[in-house]
Nanobody, 123 residues
Framework: QVQLVESGGGLVQPGGSLRLSCAAS????????MGWYRQAPGRERNLVAM???????NYADSVKGRFTISRDNDKRTVDLQMNSLTPEDTAVYYC?????????????????WGQGTRVTVSS
């Protein structure tokens, strides 16, 4: 069983910064893509940032230059540094990873979601 534990959300003023962290645990052989999505009230869940195992990253246009994703393959963690936050960044942020894990004796690639952490940007 694979679990993701997120931390770091909260309330921040416009222009401020937050750092989100996500740690994967359980029966994991390795992690492929690790990333963050967000869902604002009444809106779809969208990709914020993603990092491949090799460290190739991609970002939503709305966060380029403000957010930075980083990962530690040994610790199986992925962080999201968010700077210059605006009210439009207010959302629940979800960690998402593709991991190789053993299920019924077979190595399988599965996709796992975290429980979400709320980020509120408001004065």
């Amino acid at each position: 069983q694979v679990q993701l534990v997120e931390s770091g959300g909260g309330l921040v003023q416009p222009g401020g910064s937050l750092r989100l962290s996500c740690a994967a645990s359980g029966s994991i052989s390795s992690a492929n893509n690790m990333g963050w999505y967000r869902q604002a009230p009444g809106r779809e869940r969208n990709l914020v940032a993603m990092s491949s195992r090799a460290g190739v990253t991609n970002y939503a246009d709305s966060v380029k230059g403000r957010f930075t994703i980083s990962r530690d393959n040994d610790k199986r963690t992925v962080d999201l540094q968010m700077n210059s936050l605006t009210p439009e960044d207010t959302a629940v942020y979800y960690c998402n990873v593709d991991v190789w894990t053993t299920i019924a004796g077979a190595l399988r690639l599965i996709n796992v979601w975290g429980q979400g952490t709320r980020v509120t940007v408001s004065s």
